[in-house]
């Protein structure tokens, strides 16, 4: 390489990397102020300034003595601090008279003092990633206490926690996630005012009948027991009638009991990655449901192979979410239409072999995801969504071209609310001529398309801060491209009919760009080096063949 080059270069990346720390200065100061503070030093220089302190990976076995000047501190995070001697420490903190949280994680401490109960303003107690295999009986005189986080503790003996629980007369929220639990003890039917109880990642089989007495409670999540009785579960919650979210997501129920109808009055429903082939039609009686989630976690894993939905799902009409991604729809139901209130509409992976016209009655949607679909036509009609803000559309890279789309209808341009718009991996060849209507479009994918040319009106899309056009075979951009100055990532790799000259003095202009991939365009080194003058903020990537290649 040139010497002089070499040395320009040089000088980017030392002025790139001398950047970043001032940055994180800036962010650094500005947390302060707030009087949010990760540093014991940093906090002693204002300590009645101090309302939040992180202290993390020290080698503490005493906390500093000087702790006591944060008289103002509401929130103490000790995050694996393994040495630490927890007496001592509670000794210290129950001078804080505006101590309202201590989170003690991941600190695998074996036990947890009985001294504990000098933090009598406590509201949050979270004692996550901790080996403890019993907690203190004397947290029973935390009668502030209103959440406790027990998530991955695994040795603690259930039965114990929850007789020491029931007690705390302001107990609103309990995570005791991925910590073994087989059972939960009758006693829980005690803890009156639970708001949110989370349980996921154990291994219940049974549930007591006393949770259905919790009436208070809004919030359960029982994802990942692989072995839960689903009809014993169905029952108690249909009890619960305060209850507004159910999370039941990877717990192995290849069928749903006719009496999950009982949860009307219920609003989310998470039953992801369960493994689920059908839906009863008492589906169609939970008429409060506005989120329901029958999507996958991993693709191919747990994922739910739905077929059908039964003609009861049309009653649903206070739906805005519905998540019917990875299942095997190939065929809309008619009863869609009727989900008037929907705003979003996920299908992808469902390999759909037309554009469902039930969509076309949605006037409410607002993002629409039809990835991984076997259409090859967008009808006309799509215009008439005119709340859509994002729309994807993505086809499957590896089917015939007959599953793919080759042309947008001109009424896609109607959609002018519409923000992002994906199209990637499929056979498009032309852009209508008035795509410039998007004017609040601020992301364009159309990467592994046949686009030979930008229509002139382009430049018209001025909030464009995300361009992928990876891949086509486009031979030039419109004179007015340098117009979108807003555009933060630009893509043009594989596009190796551009003239790189040309191409350089035009990109050259996008000054807010910050990323941008050219690989594979013969864009010479001498093309490049004068690209990066002219976008000195820039990460130019600009692989040739036998190179890594990077990019989206």
């Keep these: ?55 993390s990976r020290k080698e503490y076995e005493h906390l500093p003595a000087e702790i006591e000047l944060f008289e103002n501190l509401e929130t103490l995070i000790l995050f694996k601090n393994r040495n630490l001697h927890l007496t001592h420490t509670f000794d210290l903190l129950a001078k804080l008279p505006n101590l309202r949280e201590l989170h003690l994680v991941w ?8 001294r504990i109960y000098k933090l009598r303003n406590l509201e949050v107690l979270n004692l996550r990633d901790n080996l403890m295999a019993v907690l203190p009986d004397s947290m029973v005189y935390l009668k502030h206490l209103k959440s406790v986080n027990l998530y991955h503790c695994s040795y603690l003996n259930t039965r114990h926690t929850f007789e020491v629980l029931s007690q705390l007369p302001k107990l609103i929220e309990l995570n005791y996630g991925y910590s073994q639990v087989s059972e939960v003890p009758a006693i829980v039917s005690r803890m009156k005012n639970l708001e949110r109880l989370e349980l996921q990642g154990n291994v219940i089989i049974e549930l007591p009948t006393g949770l259905g ?95 059908k939905l039964p003609g009861s799902f049309g009653n649903l009409k206070n739906l805005r979410v519905l998540n019917l991604a990875g299942n095997n729809l190939k065929k809309m139901p008619g009863s869609l239409k009727n989900l008037t209130a929907l705003e979003e509409l996920n299908l992808n992976w469902n390999y759909t072999e037309s554009f469902p016209a039930g ?60 923000r992002v718009l994906s199209l990637n991996d499929h056979v498009v060849i032309s852009l209508p001529e008035d795509i410039g209507n998007l004017t609040n479009l601020e992301v364009l994918n159309l990467r592994d398309n046949l686009i030979g040319r930008l229509p002139a009106g382009f430049s018209k899309l001025t909030n464009l801060k995300q361009l992928n056009l990876k891949a086509n075979e486009i031979s030039k951009l419109p004179k007015e491209f340098s117009k979108l100055k807003a ?35 013969d864009v010479g080194e001498t093309d490049e080096v004068n690209l990066q003058k002219s976008l000195p903020g820039c990460k130019i990537l600009n692989m040739q063949f036998g190179k890594a290649e990077g990019g989206f």
């Excluded at 600190?107 to 009985?114: F, L």
């Excluded at 159910?246 to 009991?257: D, F, G, W």
């Excluded at 989310?268 to 039609?281: D, F, H, I, Q």
Aim: charged share 20%; with cysteine.
């Design 1 to 55: 390489m040139n010497p002089h080059i070499q040395f320009f270069l040089l000088i980017i990346v030392f002025l790139a990397s001398s950047v970043s720390p001032y940055k994180a200065l800036a962010q650094k100061n500005l947390d302060n102020k707030k009087g949010s503070f990760t540093s014991f030093e940093e906090a002693l220089r204002t300590p009645k300034q101090v309302k939040k302190l992180q202290i």
């Design 107 to 114: 600190g695998k401490y074996r036990q947890i003092p009985e």
């Design 213 to 307: 007495d919790l009436k208070h409670l809004t919030y359960l999540d029982l994802s990942r027991n692989p072995y839960i009785n689903e009809e014993g579960l169905f029952a108690i919650a249909g009890k619960m009638k305060r209850l507004q979210e159910l999370h039941l997501q990877s717990c192995s129920m290849r069928k749903l009991p006719a009496n999950v109808g009982n949860l009307n009055g219920i609003k989310v429903l998470n039953l992801k990655s369960n493994g689920l082939m059908e839906l009863p039609a008492s589906i169609g009686e939970i008429t409060s449901l506005e989120v329901l989630d029958l999507g996958y976690e991993y693709l191919g894993k747990n994922m739910n192979g739905i077929q």
């Design 359 to 418: 969509i076309r009655n949605l006037k409410n949607l607002k993002i629409l995801k039809l990835n991984q679909a076997q259409f090859s036509e967008i009808p006309t009609w799509i215009s008439e969504l005119k709340e859509l803000e994002e729309l994807y559309l993505d086809g499957d890279f590896f089917v015939n071209y007959t599953y793919k789309i080759s042309m947008l209808p001109g009424s896609i341009c109607e959609l002018t609310k519409l």
């Design 487 to 521: 555009l933060e990532k630009l893509n043009l790799a594989f596009n190796n009919r551009l003239n790189p000259k040309i191409l350089a003095a035009m990109i050259g202009q996008l000054e807010n760009l910050k990323w941008l991939d050219v690989s594979f365009n």
